[in-house]
């Protein structure tokens, strides 16, 4: 006899795993090197959320300076981390509502709509960040986003695709808290 059903009970830790990888993702973002790029041939550009470094390639070291002297640096970081600690502050809140075993669906809404909050923060962030940046700062050649500005955006996406599940959860209350028989695909007769 195979039984294959969906049981919420078990499946509940998942949204704050997910919570915990966005946050990874959000860590990577903020400590990585590599937000924009740009090589040509005399010199290499490499910027971060935090500085824009410059460096001739016979030279062995880079020359770097602040984006905080900039209103629109302290502007995209602010916001960044805004974002940031809006989803740290709903992962703690996530794990204290999914480790109570009653389950506190009365704030799950609410975590999702601080998610999407979060998401709005990270995304001004996002969309601040290489539209000043390239219009401010002269880096010759071709501009790349690179891998840390991707993992922002990742983080941005999983906030919104997050605040969906935790907006959707409470509709589903009596199977995550086990009041309902699991329904199974398949049964044998």
């Not at 090197?33 to 880079?62: D, F, I, V, Y």
């Not at 300076?65 to 974002?83: D, E, K, P, Q, V």
Request: charged share 15%.
């Amino acid at each position: 006899m195979v039984q294959c059903g969906l049981d919420y009970t078990r499946c509940r830790w998942i949204l704050p795993l997910l919570l915990g990888i966005a946050i990874i993702f959000g860590l990577i973002a903020l400590a990585g090197e590599g937000w924009l790029e740009s090589e040509t041939m005399p010199r290499q550009h490499q910027a971060s959320l935090w500085r824009s470094c410059t460096k001739l390639n016979g030279e062995p070291e880079w020359q770097c300076n602040s984006l905080m002297r900039y209103a629109w640096g302290r502007a995209a970081a602010a916001t960044f981390l805004i974002g940031f600690i809006i989803l740290v502050i709903c992962f703690v809140l996530a794990i204290i509502a999914f480790a109570i075993n009653t389950l506190l669906f009365s704030f799950v809404r609410g975590l999702g709509g601080l998610l999407f909050v979060a998401a709005l923060f990270s995304i001004f962030c996002l969309i601040i960040y290489p539209v000043k940046f390239t219009q401010e700062i002269d880096m010759e050649g071709v501009n790349m986003f690179s891998w840390a500005y991707g993992f922002a955006w990742t983080t941005a996406i999983m906030e919104i695709g997050l605040g969906f599940f935790f907006c959707c959860l409470p509709g589903y209350e009596d199977e995550i808290l086990g009041n309902v028989k699991p329904r199974y695909f398949y049964t044998s007769s």
